[in-house]
């Protein structure tokens, strides 16, 4: 999980987001252990204890969790991320 951590935190340097498919995932929150909603709360929870917002979505069977710094008030990154 420090693996996936250090990988998700380099690429939030370099951009507004980062993209982790099923077979990251699946390391850390293996599918056949876990029940979808456990998943996507322990999920949320990773990202959270980091200062993330995770954004989980599922199609075709294939989970993918996308990361975001999480947003405080209505400061930039809220500015940022705000729909046009």
Known sequence: MDRLARRVERELEER?????????L???WPSE?????ER???????AKSRGWNAFIR?????????????????????ARLAPK
Not at 33 to 37: K, P, Q, T, Y
Not at 65 to 78: M, T, V
């Open 16 to 24: 507004h987001f980062c993209v982790v498919f099923e077979d990251e």
């Open 26 to 28: 699946e390391r850390c």
């Open 33 to 37: 252990e876990l029940e979808a909603l």
């Open 40 to 46: 996507h709360t322990q999920i949320e929870a990773f």
């Open 58 to 78: 599922n199609s075709e069977g294939l989970t993918r969790a996308i990361f975001l710094h999480l947003q405080k008030g209505n400061g930039a990154n809220a």
